[in-house]
Nanobody, 115 residues
Framework: QVQLVEYGGGLVQAGGSLRLSCTAS????????MAWYRQAPGKQRELVAA???????NYADSVKGRFTISRDNAKNTVYLQMNSLKVEDTAVYYC?????????WGQGTQVTVSS
């Protein structure tokens, strides 16, 4: 079945950087819009960044200028480079692959930013 597997979460100090990766299997990766969402404790899941099949990107206002989403279709992988991390970026980060016929989710990876 389709799998999205995230890598790269962890604990980092405020101001630091992390790079998340999500590798997909059993989908035609190149035609999917790929996105990163996050969910902090007690809050709703929110869109962080998305990249379309033509590599157009959009970002949540809270991460613009700090996070960069990219994709490598040859590796079936989407990345999220997170710089200048803030305590409020602490959340479980989820990878999503979406097309008009449906979408898929990864299991999530924890990102914790300490002050």
């Amino acid at each position: 079945q389709v799998q999205l597997v995230e890598y790269g979460g962890g604990l980092v100090q405020a101001g630091g950087s992390l790079r998340l990766s999500c590798t997909a299997s059993k989908i035609l990766f190149s035609v999917y819009t790929m996105a990163w969402y996050r969910q902090a404790p007690g809050k709703q899941r929110e869109l962080v960044a998305a990249i379309t099949s033509t590599s157009s990107t959009n970002y949540a206002d809270s991460v613009k200028g700090r996070f960069t989403i990219s994709r490598d279709n040859a590796k079936n992988t989407v990345y999220l480079q997170m710089n200048s991390l803030k305590v409020e970026d602490t959340a479980v980060y989820y990878c999503n692959a979406a097309q008009r016929w449906g979408d898929y989710w990864g299991q999530g990876t924890q990102v914790t930013v300490s002050s």
